[in-house]
């Protein structure tokens, strides 16, 4: 039972965030030297420092066609757009389904369906609220193809947000990633854009939160449409 309380909260950390955990507890040493109060602030901020980079396992869904999402946060919106331009997938707009992740969610982003990456496309932008419909076009941004074993292409773009300033990709063209497995981060507050192919109707609403390589977004086996949620 100890051994099970200890693995809820200590989570395994991704390697982004060494140097930056040893960073805050190095200031909060010196926090302490100056004035206790402020050496307590320390500690709480290298908490949350350990906690944003965290890390954790997660349980995949395997059923063919399942689609995951890419992150953990909220939908925040969920309309068609098109694809972005770099990654050569046409101008016809395809269902946008964007989690938007906030500066306490865990950032490791996901694959969200097995498949081949033809296209990785980084382009340079502002730092928008990454909330914003506008943040889709305006800000500092990374995009992936990724090709499906029946030859769909589903798109994958990590968006910089208001105190975001690095985009992490740690896959290459040419590579073959499974459904759920961890392909970059975003530091610090962000959001993760999924394009379905189309005639897929996302299985997720505005308001969800949606836990990353484990939560539905879509069937692409499955003719249900778009589903609607209520507040409770």
């Not at 950390?13 to 040893?22: L, R």
């Not at 506008?134 to 910089?160: C, F, H, P, T, Y």
């Not at 379905?196 to 692409?220: K, R």
Request: charged share 20%.
């Amino acid at each position: 039972m100890a051994a099970d309380m200890l693995s809820t909260v200590v989570k395994p950390i991704h390697k982004e965030g060494y140097k930056f955990i040893s960073i805050f507890a190095a200031v909060t040493v010196l926090l302490f030297l100056i004035w206790q109060p402020l050496g307590w602030v320390g500690v709480g901020l290298t908490v949350w420092c350990y906690y944003f980079f965290r890390d954790p396992e997660r349980q995949t869904p395997m059923r063919e066609g399942l689609l995951v999402s890419p992150a953990d946060g909220v939908i925040s919106l969920i309309e068609p757009a098109v694809p972005p331009a770099e990654l050569g997938m046409g101008d016809h707009p395809l269902t946008r389904v964007s989690v938007f992740m906030n500066v306490f969610n865990c950032h490791v982003n996901r694959a969200p369906i097995g498949g081949t990456i033809t296209s990785i496309a980084y382009r340079p932008g502002k730092f928008l609220n990454a909330s914003l419909d506008k943040a889709s076009v305006d800000n500092e941004r990374n995009s992936l193809a990724i090709e499906m074993a029946d030859g769909r292409k589903i798109a994958v773009v990590q968006i910089a947000g208001l105190v975001a300033r690095r985009i992490l990709c740690e896959v290459e063209e040419g590579q073959s990633l499974a459904t759920g497995a961890r392909f970059g981060m975003i530091r610090f507050g962000s959001r993760v854009d999924v394009y379905l192919p189309e005639g897929v109707a996302p299985l997720v609403a505005l308001g969800q939160t949606m836990i990353s390589a484990e939560t539905v977004i879509a069937d692409l086996a499955s003719t249900e449409p778009r589903r609607m949620a209520q507040a409770r």
